[in-house]
């Protein structure tokens, strides 16, 4: 069994920073891919930065330049560096990620965290 935890989402003021990170328990050999989502209020999940297994990273527009996606393979934990907030990036983010482990390569979910920027 796999088990995914998300944290350090919360309220932020225009301008400031946040890390999210994704953490995975269980029998895990390797992190392959990873993807960070997010779902801003009224509107559909969108994909804002991605990581795949040779550790190419690739973000959407909005984000590039201020947003950092990077993973720690010894803690099996995957982050979200987020610079520069702007109001507009408030909406739930969450990680998916694909992992090989004992039950073979599956894709996991986080359970999500709001992130709200605000003055």
């Known amino acids: 069994q796999v088990q995914v935890v998300e944290s350090g989402g919360g309220l932020v003021q225009p301008g400031g920073s946040l890390r999210l990170s994704c953490t995975l328990s269980?029998?895990?050999?390797?992190?392959?891919?990873v993807g960070w989502y997010r779902q801003p209020p009224g509107k559909q999940r969108e994909l804002v930065a991605g990581?795949?297994?040779?550790?190419?990273?690739d973000y959407a527009d909005p984000v590039k330049g201020r947003f950092t996606i990077s993973r720690d393979n010894a803690k099996n934990t995957v982050y979200l560096q987020m610079n520069s907030l702007k109001p507009e990036d408030t909406a739930v983010y969450s990680c998916?990620?694909?992992?090989?482990?004992?039950?073979?390569?599956?894709?996991?979910w986080g359970q999500g965290t709001q992130v709200t920027v605000s003055s």
């Open positions: 269980g029998s895990i050999f390797r992190i392959d891919a």
């Open positions: 990581m795949n297994s040779g550790g190419s990273t």
């Open positions: 998916n990620v694909r992992v090989m482990s004992t039950l073979g390569s599956s894709g996991y």
